[in-house]
C-alpha cells in the first residue's frame, strides 16, 4: 500500500518557525493535503496543494512540494502556542477513487 | 450547518457487546468514509461508501459492518467488540464533484473495549 511518512514530534519556540516535513512514495498522488488535530477533536483541514504545483503559501502557512524527491513540508511562521497539535499529512490518488492515506501524524509543541 | 456529527462522543463496551456508531453530514456530499485512529499509526480507513447505496471495504474492514442509511447517514456497527477495537472512531465526508477531494471529520467517537 501506499506509504506516508512522518517524524512524530517536533519542539519550537514560540514566535520561531515551524517545519513539518512528510514524505510519501507514490507518484501518482493527485493532491497533498495538511490536516490539524487538536487534542480532543476530530481533524481539521489546514491546506492543500495539486500535484502539479511546488509552493503553496496561505497567510502563515507554506507549503512546499518536491515532486523529484516525493517530499511535502508545511512551513508555520511566527509560531503561537495555538498552534500547538498534532499535523497530519495526507494523499489522494487520482486512479484510488475515494482513499486518503494519512501519514502518523507529527505532534508540534509551542514553547512560550 | 453542523458539518458532520457523530454520535457518541464516548462509549465504554464489554468484550462481545454490540453497538452502532451514527454519523451524519448535511454538506450534500456523495462519498462518507469511517476511520479509526490508534496511537502512532494515523487514521486507516474501514469503510467508505462512494454514493448513496454503496459501500466497500478500507484497509481495515475485519470485525466491522456499515449502512449507508441515505445520502446523509452513514452507521459503522460493531457485532461482538473486541479489546483491539478500543480506538477513537472518526466519520468524514467529502464531494468528488468539487474541486479536490478534501474530506471533512466529525469529532470523533472515543470508544473503550473492555
Known amino acids: 500500500g501506499e506509504d506516508v511518512e512522518q517524524s512524530l514530534f517536533l519542539s519550537v519556540r514560540e514566535g520561531d518557525s515551524s517545519v513539518i516535513n512528510c514524505t510519501y512514495t507514490d507518484s501518482s498522488s493527485t493532491y497533498l493535503y495538511w490536516y490539524k488535530q487538536e487534542p480532543g477533536a476530530g481533524l481539521q483541514l489546514l491546506t492543500y496543494?495539486?500535484?502539479?504545483?511546488d509552493m503553496k503559501q496561505d497567510q502563515r502557512l507554506t507549503v512546499l512540494l518536491n515532486k523529484k524527491d516525493k517530499h511535502l513540508s508545511l512551513r508555520i511562521a511566527d509560531t503561537q502556542t495555538g498552534d500547538s497539535a498534532i499535523y497530519f499529512c495526507?494523499?489522494?490518488?487520482?486512479?484510488?477513487?475515494?482513499?486518503?492515506?494519512f501519514g502518523s501524524g507529527t505532534k508540534l509543541n509551542v514553547k512560550p | 450547518n453542523a458539518g458532520v456529527t457523530q454520535t457518541p462522543k464516548f462509549q465504554v463496551l464489554k468484550t462481545g457487546q454490540s453497538m452502532t456508531l451514527q454519523c451524519a453530514q448535511d454538506?450534500?456530499?456523495?462519498?462518507m468514509y469511517w476511520y479509526r485512529q490508534d496511537p502512532g499509526m494515523g487514521l486507516r480507513l474501514i469503510y467508505y461508501s462512494a454514493s448513496e447505496g454503496t459501500t466497500d471495504k478500507g484497509e481495515v474492514p475485519n470485525g466491522y459492518n456499515v449502512s449507508r442509511l441515505n445520502k446523509r447517514e452513514f452507521s459503522l456497527r460493531l457485532e461482538s467488540a473486541a479489546p483491539s477495537q478500543t480506538s477513537v472512531y472518526f466519520c468524514?465526508?467529502?464531494?468528488?464533484?468539487?474541486?479536490?477531494?478534501?474530506?471533512?471529520f466529525g469529532p470523533g467517537t472515543r470508544l473503550t473495549v473492555l
Open positions: 454538506m450534500n456530499h456523495n462519498s
Open positions: 468524514a465526508s467529502s464531494d468528488r464533484d468539487s474541486d479536490t477531494d478534501t474530506q471533512y
Open positions: 495526507a494523499e489522494s490518488m487520482v486512479d484510488n477513487f475515494n482513499k486518503f492515506y
Open positions: 496543494i495539486f500535484s502539479n504545483m
